[in-house]
T-cell receptor
Framework: GAGVSQSPSNKVTEKGKDVELRCDPI?????LYWYRQRLGQGLEFLIY????????KSGLPSDRFSAERTGESVSTLTIQRTQQEDSAVYLC?????????????FGQGTRLTVV | GDSVTQMEGPVTLSEEAFLTINCTYT??????LFWYVQYPGEGLQLLLK?????DKGSNKGFEATYRKETTSFHLEKGSVQVSDSAVYFC?????????????FGQGTILTVHP
């Protein structure tokens, strides 16, 4: 595709519900990253995919968070039993390869609000 | 662990003023350094990067020099425009098991008035 696409752009959910956030990376990009940005803070790394494998899940804040990637393409970030502290903008990025110098291309994010 | 500290904002300037946004980092090894920018209503995009000590990244009139001795990567522009109003993020990529994983500063909001 032309760029990284994320859906939905906005999601309001009730506390305790599960949510799924979707990321469509740029076609051919093998590396995919999820980040979280809470209000007034920088981006926090959540998880990294190389192909369909996740060598680094160290940023997932709790076992309520999980992610998968299929077909070396689409990725889904799932948050179970959402809490108010999960409210944030969730950003997805992809890059051609997972190297030190490769540019990452970001989607516009999903703004999640837990009420 | 790796970390990036950015000058706290917001920063408000008049058009044609000089801009500096400070950025310092802590990392093991030899990271690559980046500035990303987020214009209103848009996603983050790479502004410039530097991959080794003394490298200067430049783009759209912005410059930043990788200073290993002071662990800094300050962003500068000689004459800002209203269209430069955006949020600027300093970031590093330090390799290890997650090549390409970025560690970000907290972001600096820049507003430029005519």
């Amino acid at each position: 595709g032309a760029g990284v696409s994320q859906s939905p752009s906005n999601k309001v959910t009730e506390k305790g519900k599960d949510v799924e956030l979707r990321c469509d990376p740029i076609s051919g990009h093998t590396a995919l990253y999820w980040y979280r940005q809470r209000l007034g803070q920088g981006l926090e790394f959540l998880i990294y995919f190389q192909g369909n494998s996740a060598p680094d899940k160290s940023g997932l804040p709790s076992d309520r968070f999980s992610a998968e990637r299929t077909g070396e393409s689409v990725s889904t970030l799932t948050i179970q039993r959402t809490q108010q502290e999960d409210s944030a903008v969730y950003l997805c990025a992809s890059s051609l390869t997972a190297s030190l110098n490769t540019e990452a291309f970001f989607g516009q994010g999903t703004r999640l609000t837990v009420v | 662990g790796d970390s990036v500290t950015q000058m706290e904002g917001p920063v408000t300037l008049s058009e044609e003023a000089f801009l500096t946004i400070n950025c310092t980092y802590t990392a093991t090894g030899y990271p690559s350094l980046f500035w990303y920018v987020q214009y209103p209503g848009e996603g983050l995009q790479l502004l410039l990067k530097a991959t080794k000590a003394d490298d200067k990244g430049s783009n759209k009139g912005f410059e930043a020099t990788y200073r290993k001795e002071t662990t800094s990567f300050h962003l500068e522009k000689g004459s800002v425009q209203v269209s430069d109003s955006a949020v600027y993020f300093c970031a590093l990529s330090a390799g290890g098991t997650s090549y390409g994983k970025l560690t970000f500063g907290q972001g600096t909001i820049l507003t430029v008035h005519p």
